[in-house]
């Protein structure tokens, strides 16, 4: 069915809209309840699987979480800004600060585990070395305000940073980028590439997150003064979790 104003929105994402723009107003805060399935159906006459589906939606975009027994309320969680071009500058990490303080003052936990694997293809490719060569493999999850956010694995070449700090769970002040400026390769130039998808069964299960909602997948390539490739780092971000933020001058 179509109206003079174009195709006409399915009922239920009629209701997520005005729960949306209910949300953006204020109507509805952090924390707050939304109405229950029952009522959304009654008050916008329609079946209840509809009012569900419209709570999903919501879900699905990450600005209500549901808990069985207690209905749908809008989240509590600040979306971390990402500062694309403030985070990978050397005054930065070169005075011992982590990349992620660029971003955030909330306390973040990490879990690391660092292993020595096989590059991939695609990781091989970048680094400019034989597919499944020894690699180091910084494997990491954040987790801010109980939530994970993010999945990281940083690949070096073995032969680059093997006996150094980077091959450890702990890097020390400034991480890895400090480190390999130690050993006289540190990052001179930095290429990031951004896409969008949806999880695989693996991140959404690891990020817990709804299977329909997109994640971020970020690939930075690290340069060192003379060209070659010291890091590639492949990141997944839970969508609903980031605003990527690059602030730079004409």
């Known amino acids: 069915m179509s109206s003079e104003n174009g195709p006409q929105r399915p009922k239920y994402q009629r209701i997520a809209d005005d729960l949306r723009e209910a949300i953006a107003a204020g109507q509805y805060g952090p924390g707050d309840r939304l109405p229950g399935e029952s009522a959304l159906a009654e008050q916008y006459d329609v079946a209840t699987l509809t009012a569900r589906q419209a709570l999903k939606v919501l879900r699905v975009e990450g600005l209500v979480e549901t808990k069985r027994g207690a209905g749908a309320r809008v989240v509590s969680f600040r979306p971390i800004r990402r500062r694309g071009i403030q985070r990978l500058a050397r005054d930065h990490w070169g005075e011992g600060k982590s990349i992620w303080s660029a971003d955030e003052e909330r306390p973040v936990s990490i879990d690391v585990r660092v292993d020595t694997v096989p590059a991939p293809a695609h990781i091989a490719n970048l680094l400019g070395l034989e597919e499944g060569a020894p ?116």
């Open 135 to 250: 690699v180091c493999a910084r494997s990491r999850r954040f987790v801010l305000d109980d939530r994970s956010v993010m999945l990281a694995s940083s690949y070096l070449p073995l032969e680059l940073v093997s006996g150094t700090a980077i091959t450890r769970v702990d890097t020390g002040e400034g991480g890895i980028y400090a480190r390999l400026s130690e050993i006289g390769h540190a990052p001179a130039h930095f290429r990031e590439e951004i896409r969008c998808r949806f999880p695989s069964s693996d991140e959404a299960q690891r990020l817990e997150l709804p299977t329909e909602r997109p994640v971020i997948k970020l690939f930075r390539t690290a340069y060192d003064a003379d060209g070659s490739v010291v890091e590639v780092n492949e990141m997944t971000m839970d969508s609903a979790s980031y605003i990527l933020e690059y602030d730079f001058n004409a």
